[in-house]
């Protein structure tokens, strides 16, 4: 399968302040990114589907303003969590796909914590 | 709404038992299934996946899946669990509504004892 990296893995940040996630696509061209969410013991939560040169599309109560997401190339994407609040705190996991492929391929996820 | 249901929060199994876990899934057609692993802290796992054809999947670790259509659901299987198989498994449909996104179910964590 393909090989997707988070960075950082984990966070620690203040109130207000923002902070930024990478996820890189290592080894194919990753058309489309995911950008989710899970809270401790819960499921996954798609935040939003970046693709390439694209602005991103949020799902439903996703605050695109706060949670900011770039697709400048077909290996990198950014997820910016303005301002960050304690609620923000999460695990936050990237995945990547290409072209017509069905299957999701899934970052490490990171860790934000905000203090 | 298309959706994805595991009915066991927690499941509980003695180390070298059967295991079963149940997916259940909410749509017209027939979706693209994933099973994913997920280990405290860390990304998720691909265990097996299916797309069509033969409906018994084999994964990896010693891990199956069969797919029925007349009860919409996909049943992860393992013959006999090994204490490293304690985990949060998840469900997952994709191509629903003609997207690429997936829709997870709750998770199902597992506990083995030794």
């Known amino acids: 399968g393909a090989v997707v990296s988070q960075h950082p893995s984990w966070v620690i940040c203040k109130s207000g302040t923002s902070v930024k996630i990478e996820c890189r696509s290592l080894d194919f061209q990753a058309t489309t990114m995911f950008w989710y969410r899970q809270f401790p013991k819960q499921s996954l939560m798609l935040m939003a589907t970046?693709?390439?040169?694209?602005?991103?599309?949020?799902e439903q109560g996703v605050e695109k303003d706060k949670f900011l997401i770039n697709h400048a190339s077909l290996t990198l994407s950014t997820l910016t969590v303005t301002s960050a609040h304690p609620e923000d705190s999460s695990f936050y996991i990237c995945?990547?796909?290409?072209?017509?492929?069905?299957?999701?391929?899934f970052g490490p996820g990171t860790r934000l914590t905000v203090t | 709404a298309q959706s994805v249901t595991q009915p066991d929060i927690h499941i509980t199994v003695s180390e070298g038992a059967s295991l079963e876990l149940r997916c259940n899934y909410s749509?017209?057609?027939?979706?693209?299934l994933f099973w994913y692993v997920q280990s405290p802290g860390q990304g998720l796992q691909l265990l097996l996946k299916y797309f069509s054809g033969d409906t018994l999947v084999q994964g990896i670790k010693g891990f199956e899946a069969e797919f029925k259509r007349s009860q919409s659901s996909f049943n992860l299987r393992k013959p006999s669990v090994h204490w490293s198989d304690a985990a949060e498994y998840f469900c997952a449909v994709g191509g629903t509504s003609g997207t690429y996104k997936y829709i997870f179910g709750t998770g199902t964590r597992l506990k083995v004892l030794a």
């Open positions: 970046s693709n390439e040169g694209s602005k991103a599309t949020y």
């Open positions: 995945s990547t796909k290409t072209g017509n492929s069905y299957e999701q391929y």
């Open positions: 749509y017209g057609a027939t979706p693209y």
